[in-house]
């Protein structure tokens, strides 16, 4: 299957048993000494034992005061060798190569956990998302700075890392010298390309020097920096330029480039929301290919081995790199390999990984997959005990967590029954994929799908079990996953009225609304993803929000892609309104503010004001059986990660 995805490739003297990469990303795994921990290498190892032919790691830290976060692996001290070492070896052990990749945050860092200093940065620009204090690096500053990209290389050669790869892109400090969006000086290392490059080309001859010519250097290039996207089009790196930048780096002997784009004021196009398709950005890797002759590794949604080996066959890309991609299903690659391709976990770009990593240091929980309830827990999570013995167990739910579970157990040997009371699996999944941009959401319940069939796992739709049924069964023991339903405050006059519905009304096709004025109350993004399909729909659609800003609780980069897809629709947005009366087609909210009420008339009133559980039969099902768990929704309304860990971890632990 797929001979070009499989083909051998090379980088410099590196010879890679395929072309698949799994790129760099966070993972808040280290020790908080910054050096490699077990954890890491269970993580990483899994992903080598699963096929990849390359991996990258997450960028590590070059210098004490240059921390991304607080659990990030470091290679500015000799002492963080052995670590470095023992992660190699176990790479090797699975015929893969590993590359180290090097970076510094300048603007992009966080004060508090660099000494509550000022970031280092090119020049004194504070970046508008992280909004820390920022100082321009001095000359002695960024030769200082260059010796520890270059020690960090040495080092990274010493413990057996298979090559280096320099970060310059996603707004990093080596991306900020090359971009005349952040770099202002008037030195030589500021103005012309020629000296806006000095930094990275100093590194680079710099590791040349002392780790060899033979050593695989890698570079890693935001050859778009997209600030068009926030209202400055002349600004930043553009791919005409960044041309310039790939010839001039092979020419200094870079063995590779790692094509991506954006900076973090630019994040939706680095680590992309669900709306953006597989491949979306492949032209940019493809113009960089046709200008050099030295290896192209592209990141671009890449999710089906497919289009990959598409890609690569068509000359476009040598190398195949995901992160998410690898993150949520670490078998993609043998999978792949052994046509298996109906089974692979296809990362749905929903970014929790991304929420959780940047909440990392508060929260201390390192970076987790929605849909992986194993990502990053490799090391505690990886042992299925056997032990079922063909044990029934009834699952009253096909939703994520009903079927996560029944997935886990038959895995462990026992005999999962799910009993659906619908004629299709996927619970709330079904009405998520259903909005516009949100097709990936399906790829969950395909891959759901999948599992059911590989694992013979018996459904028996449109039934809603009664204690005579389970009982019949004998089972070891009851989960109910059921799920939840749409929370109608009956606190309201007028709640009842015919005209008023709720999401699953709309997204369920149950009343199909064309050419209506609708207003949706309630921003969370269910609300703001279902007022997007009602918009495309031709409907004059209004949102009404209680709390002071639209979409409270949401991820920022989930609500920066939604708002921007009803901002082409000309939205209407309510904040500060909440709703206290429906008297037949007026909406009555008080505004917060100000306390008065406004009156609104609409067409049809959509509901999106949260969930509750299904609380039916659980006590009476308690009351019958001894052994009883509730799962997702119906425990704890939650995220799709909710519904697949208690899934996950229940019937793991059964």
Known sequence: MFDNLFAKGKIGTMEIKNRIVFTAMGNALANPDGTVSQKDIHFYSARAKGGVGLIITECTVVDERGKGNTRQICVYDDKFIPGLKALADEI????????????????????????????????????????????????????????KFINAAVRVKKAGIDGVEIHAAHGYLVNQFLSPYTNKRTDKYGGSLENRMRFLEEIILGIREKCGKDYPLLVRLSVDEFLGLVGLPEEGLHLEESIKI?????????????????????????????????????????????????????????????????????????????????????????????????????????LYCMETLMKADLTGIPCQCAINIQAGREDELSSFKEDGEGKIVAIIGAGPAGLEAARVLALRRYKPIVFEKSDKIGGMLQLGCKPPKKEKIKWLIDYLKSQVERLGIEIRYN?????????????????????????????????????????????????????????????????????????ENNNDVSIFEMADEIGP?????????????????????????????????????????????????????????????NKEYVEEIKSNFDKVFVLGDAKEIGTIRNAMESGFLTAYNL
């Open 553 to 613: 609780g949401a991820y920022f980069q989930n609500l920066i892609d939604v708002l921007n897809h009803l901002k082409a629709f000309n939205v209407k947005l309510y904040p500060k309104r909440k709703l206290v009366k429906i008297d037949e087609n007026i909406a009555i909210f008080e505004n917060t503010e100000t306390k008065a009420q406004e009156e609104y008339e609409f067409d049809y009133i959509v509901l999106s004001l949260g969930r509750v559980s």
């Open 246 to 350: 790939a010839q001039r780096l092979e020419a200094l002997g870079v063995d590779a480039l790692d094509i991506s784009c954006g900076i973090y004021e630019t994040m939706n196009v680095a680590w992309e929301p669900i709306s953006f398709e597989q491949g979306w950005k492949i032209y940019l890797a493809e113009t960089i290919k046709k200008a050099v002759n030295i290896p192209v590794i592209a990141v671009s949604v890449i999710r089906d081995p497919e289009y990959a080996d598409q890609l690569i066959k068509e000359g476009k890309i040598d190398f195949a790199g995901s992160a998410r991609q690898h993150f949520a299903d670490p078998e993609w690659a043998n999978k792949a390999k052994e046509g298996r391709v109906n089974e692979i976990r296809k990362c749905i770009s929903c």
């Open 92 to 147: 090797h052990k699975y015929d893969a190569k590993i590359v180290a990749q090097i970076y510094h945050p300048g603007r992009q860092g966080i004060s508090a956990i660099n000494g509550n200093l000022p970031m280092p940065a090119p020049s004194k620009i504070e970046c508008k998302v992280v909004r820390q204090p920022v100082e321009e690096m001095t000359i002695e500053q960024i030769e200082d700075m260059i010796d």
């Open 463 to 535: 039934c809603a079990p009664t204690i005579e049924t389970l009982k019949s069964l004998n089972p070891y023991a009851i989960f109910i996953a059921h799920g939840s339903k749409p929370l109608i405050p009956q606190t309201i006059a007028g709640i009842e009225s015919k005209n008023v519905l709720t999401i699953e009304d709309i997204l369920s096709g149950k009343m199909i609304l064309k050419n209506k004025k609708v207003a949706v109350v309630g921003s969370g993004l269910t609300g703001l993803e279902t007022a997007h399909y009602l918009a």
